[in-house]
């Protein structure tokens, strides 16, 4: 997955918003919480792409070739995973993470910002 297509996908996800930081990642954000973050190519063109992730999903991904535990934030308790590359992740999948990240961050939010921003009102 290129930083284009990355992009792309997160910009079709509701109440989001992106912005460059911590030295050129993108960033994308749903009411201000991150909920991905695509980075640290190391000159490849394809982005590492992190993403919150269920418990159950952190204890499988996490042993999987081409994920790992998240820099910075899984060393901090935090269930964030890092796919490095599609060895086992392909970009479908990635896209379903990246679309339960969204979801698990919302959550998280107050329901006043969720029923602002048009969330989980089901």
Request: glycine residues 10%.
């Amino acid at each position: 997955m290129t930083y284009d297509e990355f992009n792309t996908f997160c910009e079709t996800l509701p109440a989001t918003s992106h912005l460059i930081q911590w030295g050129g990642s993108h960033v994308w954000k749903v009411g201000a919480k991150v909920f991905a973050i695509g980075g640290w190519d190391d000159g490849t063109g394809s982005p590492c792409v992190t993403f919150k992730v269920s418990e159950l999903a952190y204890d499988i991904l996490r042993e999987q070739p081409g994920c790992r535990p998240a820099p910075y934030l899984a060393s901090r308790g935090m269930k964030w995973i890092q796919r490095t590359d599609s060895t086992t992740l392909s970009d479908n999948d990635l896209c379903d993470y990246l679309r339960e990240s969204h979801r698990i961050v919302s959550l998280g939010l107050p329901k006043k910002a969720q029923k602002a921003l048009g969330l989980n009102q089901d």
